[in-house]
C-alpha cells in the first residue's frame, strides 16, 4: 500500500492550496485518514481527521480555514487550505488506517509528504 501526497507549492499569504492524497494497492478498506503537518524545527501535529462515515475532527489553528474531505470511491483524501498565512509553512504529511484483506487487521500509512511553502 502507498499514499501519494499531492498538491503542495508555493502561496502568498491569503492564498489558498488543495492537497490530495491517494492510496493504492491492496486495500480492503480504508477507516480513518488524516493531514498532519511538521514546521521546520517543531514536532510533527495533527491539522484534521476524517473517519470513514466522514465525520471530521480539526485542530485548532486550522480556524475553520481548512476542510478535510474524502472520495471513497478513489480512496483519496482531500485538503483545501484557505486563508492561509507565513505559520502554515511545513511539510504536510496524510496518513490512512488501512485494511488490506477481509482478514487482516488496520495498519496505519503515511504518505512522503508535500511541502507548502507561504511567503510574499
Known amino acids: 500500500v502507498q499514499l501519494q501526497a499531492s498538491g503542495g507549492g508555493l502561496v502568498q499569504p491569503g492564498g489558498s492550496l488543495r492537497l490530495s492524497c491517494a492510496a493504492s494497492?491492496?486495500?480492503?478498506?480504508?477507516?480513518?485518514m488524516s493531514w498532519y503537518r511538521q514546521a521546520p524545527g517543531k514536532q510533527r501535529e495533527l491539522v484534521a481527521y476524517?473517519?470513514?462515515?466522514?465525520?471530521?475532527t480539526y485542530a485548532d489553528f486550522t480556524k475553520g480555514r481548512f476542510t478535510i474531505s474524502r472520495d471513497n470511491a478513489k480512496n483519496t483524501v482531500y485538503l483545501q487550505m484557505n486563508s492561509l498565512n507565513l505559520e502554515d509553512t511545513a511539510v504536510f504529511y496524510c496518513?490512512?488506517?488501512?485494511?488490506?484483506?477481509?482478514?487482516?487487521?488496520?495498519?496505519?500509512?503515511w504518505g512522503r509528504g508535500t511541502l507548502v511553502t507561504v511567503s510574499s
Open positions: 476524517i473517519t470513514s462515515g466522514g465525520a471530521t
Open positions: 496518513n490512512a488506517a488501512i485494511r488490506r484483506g477481509f482478514a487482516d487487521s488496520v495498519t496505519v500509512y
Open positions: 494497492g491492496p486495500i480492503y478498506s480504508i477507516n480513518a
